[in-house]
């Protein structure tokens, strides 16, 4: 596989890893969500319980790989957190102006609207583009700490 | 885990730099950062890469040496 050739064998582990960690995440949030429907708890408005849910696992995966430096679709991952960044920082916007404009409120009786899940959901992408320009950012000059 | 100081002590005798190494063996520059660091465990593999390259034996580069044999040990006895 393409992907595979790209990593060397401690990305690989770490990419194990990362895996593990967000199966881990997907698991724990779908008990939780299927507790509170138990519950009759609804916490987000139609499908959005789940596109959040769907949306943290990729958030953790994606953070984590920028973190530790892993990009198993090698140059193409650039990309994809610069346009998802800008995709969320646009969707941010837009929920916050419809909040703001009193279209509709974050939340009713403790579930989030439509516009809060979808805040929420840009928030998360606008955190993921800043979690890899600041790791970009924190690198520049360390090659020169690594070598001494 | 110790830090591999044999290793980096070759890599610098031969004056190349992380970056260089880690081309030459097919890794990234972190990983090679990180074995120096102590903070990976290569594989054989890669063990004997690294070795062709800077001319050296696997009993250079990563046989402990005789601190953190003593620290293995203590480890254990534990």
């Known amino acids: 596989m393409k992907c595979n050739s790209q990593l ?7 990419r194990g890893n990362v895996f593990q960690h967000g199966l881990i995440l997907f698991f724990a949030l779908l008990l939780t969500n299927a507790f509170l429907k138990e519950e009759e708890i609804v916490w987000a408005a139609g499908m959005w319980e789940n596109i959040l849910i769907v949306w943290a696992v990729i958030a953790l995966c994606l953070g984590e790989f ?19 960044g800008i995709a969320g920082v646009f969707l941010a916007a837009v929920s916050l102006f419809e909040l703001l404009a009193g279209r509709e409120p974050f ?3 403790r579930t989030l609207t439509e516009s809060g899940a979808r ?16 790791k970009k950012v924190s690198d520049r000059g360390r090659r020169d700490e690594d070598e001494a | 885990m110790a830090k591999n100081l044999l290793l980096k002590a070759a890599r610098a005798a031969k004056g190349m730099t ?8 097919g890794v990234t520059r972190q990983t090679i950062v990180a074995i120096e660091k102590g903070d990976y465990n290569p594989t054989v593999k890669l063990c004997v890469q690294i070795c062709r390259v800077l001319g050296k034996t696997l009993n250079d580069l990563f046989w402990p040496g005789d601190q953190e044999e003593k620290e293995v040990s203590e480890n254990e006895m534990q």
């Open chain 1, 66 to 84: 920028a973190v530790r430096e892993i990009y198993p679709m090698g140059g193409g991952m650039n990309v994809i957190y610069i346009v998802e």
């Open chain 1, 8 to 14: 060397d064998e401690r990305q690989l582990l770490q």
């Open chain 1, 107 to 109: 939340a009713v009786d």
């Open chain 2, 18 to 25: 992380q970056q260089e190494l880690a081309d030459a063996v």
């Open chain 1, 119 to 134: 805040l929420l959901q840009g928030a998360m992408m606008v955190l993921l583009l800043l979690v890899f320009v600041g």
